[in-house]
């Protein structure tokens, strides 16, 4: 039996078709202008919407959503600058490849610039940062075949090849708030069917001869979903002799013969030793990677050639040496290009593993003697953590130094180094932990907690979400960070000093608080951060401000010495 909904028809239309997409959960902001939005969504049972107020949050926690389904979440908002506020989300999903579904309530055009309350130009305004845009017609007589054919490419351009954001506009005249059943009208559903992503035989003959030709093959794992079938691929790779594998904790990989934790191998490499461990074939394929130690490397000892796979054909040359573009899925590239090649007789992949095993030695002795930081705590937090939770790490401080512990590796890892910003880690850990059935821990610093607490701001806060705090009174990744580290400025400009408590936000959102200042303290909640509850925890942890950023560097110091 149809519904009462919107009588907007052009909504109606809109709305049936995502259902026909599969859309399953709607992030609506509250307002007038989407009031026919936000009615015809609510009114079917097809959808699961929720109500974030603040839109940044309300974008990032989409955002978190997606992160973990992988399916399309829609996002609905008010006209005005309201739709602005998705702009850092919107930015993060596109580069991040997630998808979601902007979908904004506009004035009718005629309006536009003419002084009237919230209106902007909102046609175009993210288009910097999404896949695909269109307005929706305004005519009351606007037909239904224009309307399906717009909003199914933008869900084609939302979830194919490489997936990502999308913009529908919707400018609505009022009154807003009518209602009425309209008459069933089935929605035409445009299939899509993908091209093969196989790679021609004589194409698949040049590379492994390339591969052959090569005794230094080093392959450069960036920001990846967690895929069973990919690590075993890799892993595969890794046995081989002229195969060295690097990862980064939100590569979502390990093995016996991976390298994790970049930097702590590649800041003892002296200019002495460039030539052992320099690549002689460089392969990599999308996703962000964390470490500018590795950027800097490659970029100044490039290798003689460097294959990119993606799905989409694009020249993304991070490290200024790109030689082959290969347009295709990297999991399927690799089971395609796997029996083609074979162990070259090297000692690429020991060089690199006895390196790896010093750092990790020196590593260990110097948090023995390491008195009570940053570094420490973060130990503590590594050598504690129950392997079944997922993490979403924080940018700046915290996702640097999640790369330095082997233990955080062996978790399910997310960060939103997509554009690398603090402003929505909180609203994405938040979105991804409702939707996921894995428990999830966010590990933030504090300026970029303090700066996304809406993120808090919702009813959706499952009981097994943790959030760890690492408190060490601003900005500390600016005494680390050489130029700002040495300016006069630092503290007010750069790394923003304050004095400033999580205890209070906490009991405002009705979250447990627990708070450690040192080693002891840190021992005696962690119990109760991992613990079962009926309510989610914040554990602040303080740290020393300016005793960090000179530990570090004494910690790299240590590595780069001999047994």
Known sequence: MSKAVSDKKVVKTLIDICISEGLREVVISPGSRNAPLTLTFAAHDEFECFSIVDERSAGFFALGMAQQTGRPVALVCTSGSALLNYAPAISEAYYQNVPLVVISADRPLEWIDQADGQTIRQLGALDNFVKYSCQLPTSKNASSWHVNRVVSEAFYHCRFKLAGPVHINVPLAEPLYGKTVHAEEKQRQIKQVTSCSSIADESIKQLSEEWGA????????????????????????????????????TSNINGDHIICGIDKTVS??????????????????????????????????????????????????????????????????????????????????????????????????????????????????????????????????????????????????????????????????????????????????????????????????????????????????????????????????????????????????????????????????????????????????????KENAGVLKSYFKRLKEEL
């Open 214 to 249: 090569n005794d230094k093959v080093l392959i450069v794992a960036g920001m990846l979903q967690p895929n069973t079938e990919f690590q075993q691929i890799l892993r595969q790779l890794s046995d081989m002799e002229q195969v060295v594998v690097l990862a980064e904790t």
């Open 268 to 545: 003892t490499i002296t200019e002495e030793e460039v030539h052992f461990f320099k690549p002689s074939l460089l392969i990599t394929f999308d996703g962000a990677v964390v470490s500018k130690m590795v950027k800097t490397f490659l970029r100044n000892y490039p290798a003689k050639g460097h294959w990119h796979i993606s799905p989409v054909s694009r020249h993304l040359d991070t490290y200024k040496q790109l030689s082959t573009s290969i347009e295709a899925q990297p999991l399927e590239f690799f089971k395609q290009l796997l029996p083609h090649i074979s162990e070259v007789k090297s000692r690429y992949r020991t060089t690199w593993l006895k390196r790896a095993e010093r750092s990790e030695k020196h590593h260990d002795e110097y948090l023995v003697k390491n008195g009570w930081n940053d570094l420490k705590a973060y130990a503590h937090l590594a050598s504690h953590l129950p392997k079944n939770w997922q993490i979403q790490w924080g940018n700046s401080s915290a996702i640097r130094y999640a790369q330095l512990f082997k233990a955080f590796y062996n978790n399910n890892s997310y960060s939103n180094r997509g554009t690398s910003g603090i402003d929505g880690c909180v609203s994405t850990a938040v979105g991804a932990s409702y939707i996921s059935e894995q428990p999830s821990l966010l590990i933030v610093g504090d300026l970029s907690f303090m700066y996304d607490s809406n993120g808090l701001w919702n009813n959706y806060l499952k009981p097994n979400l943790r959030i760890v705090v690492i408190n060490n009174g601003g900005g500390g990744i600016f005494r680390f960070i050489p130029g700002p580290s040495d300016s006069e400025e630092l503290e007010t400009y750069f790394e923003a000093s304050h004095q400033l408590n999580v205890q209070p936000l906490a009991e405002m959102y009705g979250v447990k608080y627990l708070m450690a200042n040192n080693e002891e303290t840190l021992n005696e909640t962690i119990e109760q951060l991992f613990a079962p509850g009926d309510r989610p925890i914040i554990l602040e942890i303080k740290t020393p401000a």
